[in-house]
């Protein structure tokens, strides 16, 4: 069985069509890419996939079991999360009571959320900061704490929104590592990514959507030569492709 069936999608804000009957699997251990120009609907999928957002038509199904409808929290203890584009940690906490956050939904012991909380911090090679205050953290620092806190609640599908964007090459290289690591562990991971070194590097498939609707699916080579995606990015403006 796939481990995330997504069929029929379907979301407007007003008279916008914002995602428009899209249709995918994601399998286990996949990491599967998901690709489009600004605006395009990929920050939507991710909000309807994890409840943050209701979708009016389709259907999401996270082994089997449907996710439409229920609250956001619910999806995470199913094993669904995700991580949001605009970085947003609880700033006048510590790094690790923000990872707490996360840990608290997998373990109802606060010792043992802890304890969990502190292995995900020493995954992401953070443990030293622990005990800092997340405000003074450096962008990509808050990033890795961004992906504590999803790690955390012990995810079998994470949603990765942009997680390379304002990263220097060297950082870039460094996270995609780290997300090849968390992939090992058997972990299902769709990434949205206008950093193009690094869905070629850590897709096995892509899907490219434009307007709502899948446009495109392939491997990373076979996408970024389609005539149709290459238009698709020129008519709403290069700035991040
Ligand atoms: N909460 C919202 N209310 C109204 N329109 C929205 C909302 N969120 C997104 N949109 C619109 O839906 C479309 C898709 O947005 P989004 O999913 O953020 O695209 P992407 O992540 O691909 O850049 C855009 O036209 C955007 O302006
Ligand atoms: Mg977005």
Redesign the pocket.
């Known amino acids: 069985m796939e481990l995330l069936r997504v069929k029929d999608l379907g979301?407007h804000?007003?008279g916008?069509t914002?995602?428009d009957g899209l249709s995918f699997q994601l399998r286990p251990g996949e990491m599967l890419g998901l690709i489009?120009?600004?605006?395009?609907?990929?920050?939507?999928?991710?909000?309807c996939l994890s409840g943050f957002?209701r979708p009016e038509q389709g259907e999401v199904l996270l082994e089997g079991q449907t996710l439409v409808g229920l609250a956001p929290n619910r999806i995470c203890e199913l094993g669904l999360a995700r991580t949001f584009?605009i970085v947003r940690p609880f700033l006048n906490i510590s790094v690790l009571d923000n990872v707490m956050v996360g840990a608290l939904l997998r373990e109802k012991s606060v010792a043992r959320a802890r304890a969990l909380a502190c292995e995900v911090l020493g995954f992401v090679g953070l443990g030293h900061l622990a005990q800092s205050p997340a405000t003074g953290l450096p962008l990509p620092l808050r990033k890795r704490l961004e992906l504590a806190k999803a790690l955390a609640t012990r995810p079998k599908v994470l949603l990765l929104?942009?997680v390379m964007a304002g990263l220097n090459p060297t950082e870039v290289d460094e996270l995609i590592a780290f997300i090849r690591r968390i992939n090992a562990q058997g972990v299902g991971i769709l990434l949205?990514e206008h950093v193009m070194r690094g869905v070629m590097a850590l897709a096995s498939r892509v899907l490219v959507?434009n307007y709502?609707q899948l446009i495109a699916q392939g491997t990373p080579q076979e996408v970024v030569g389609n005539q149709e995606v290459i238009e698709a990015y020129l008519g709403r403006g290069l700035k991040h492709a």
């Open positions: 979301k804000f007003g916008l914002a995602v489009g120009p600004n605006g395009a609907g990929k920050t939507t999928v991710f909000a957002l584009q929104d942009e949205i959507i709502g």
